[in-house]
């Protein structure tokens, strides 16, 4: 599942998170035109389509790991919410 990292918020960790994953298709991309423009031997097709198998791979990850973050992100400003009304009632109901 998801690794917490030490010191980093949910918001921290996404960002985090989408920038590797920006990256990763950035180098499919790259891959990609490699295997479109380039007359390769059948090694070197070979080697980039592992190459960009690991990518989708990695990206494929990442992604899974986003949802993740992002449900608790959501998660965790439902309870902030659900804080911030409980402190506004107990208010309410204090001063009147």
């Given at each position: 599942?998801?690794k917490?990292r ?10 985090g998170?989408?920038q ?12 990609d ?15 980039l ?11 494929e ?36």
């Open positions: 599942m998801v917490k030490e010191g980093l918020s949910v918001a921290q960790e996404i960002d998170l989408e590797k994953l920006s990256l990763c298709r950035q180098s499919m991309e790259e891959v035109l490699k295997l479109r423009r380039e007359e390769l031997s059948p090694e070197g097709r070979k080697s389509e592992r190459e960009r198998s690991l990518l989708v791979t990695k990206a990850a990442y992604e899974k790991e986003l949802k993740v973050l992002r449900k608790e992100n959501r998660k965790n400003a439902a309870i902030a919410m659900a804080i911030v009304l409980l402190i506004i009632v107990v208010y309410t109901c204090w001063t009147m």
